[in-house]
């Protein structure tokens, strides 16, 4: 799979981490900043990620900031885009299942790292279920028209 990750200042130091698990996990990544730990806005991250998600080069992408509240909220403002922001791995898992999430967002204030790469592998391993979700998620999706 290939994933798209970013994130602000505050996620900058445990992103290395989620790009080193993605890639012993078979997976391509390709970093869109933060670069450094020095202060940056958030929702530059979130679009850059958001438009690659978007433009189907990637299938997947990640956000973090110190909540993953803002740099989520910030992502969902894209048409196409499921953001979601998770603190433990069931939400991440449910999420993909049942709302076919494309965007997966978390705090490195609120997270450590072994379960970053916990919720992680979880939202990685689901898959969307359709079914009875699809009706749920088209409403979603005519609510951005």
Do not use: Q
Request: glycine share 10%.
């Amino acid at each position: 799979m290939k994933i798209a990750i970013g994130s602000d200042h505050v996620g900058f130091e445990l992103k290395p981490t989620i790009v080193e698990y993605l890639t012993e996990l078979g997976h391509t990544v390709e970093d869109f900043g933060a670069h450094s730990g020095d202060r940056v806005d958030y929702p530059d991250y979130s679009k850059k990620v958001a438009e690659a998600v978007l433009s189907d080069e990637f299938e997947r992408g990640i956000l973090i900031c110190g909540t993953g509240v803002g740099i989520s909220i910030a992502a969902n403002k894209f048409k196409g885009i499921r953001a979601v922001v998770c603190s433990e791995p069931y939400s991440a898992k449910l999420s993909k299942e049942h709302n076919n999430t494309n965007i997966l967002a978390f705090g490195s204030r609120v997270v450590g790292r072994e379960l970053a790469k916990l919720i992680v592998k979880e939202w990685l391993d689901a898959e969307y279920e359709g079914g009875r979700h699809s009706k749920r998620v088209e409403k979603i999706g005519e609510f951005e028209n």
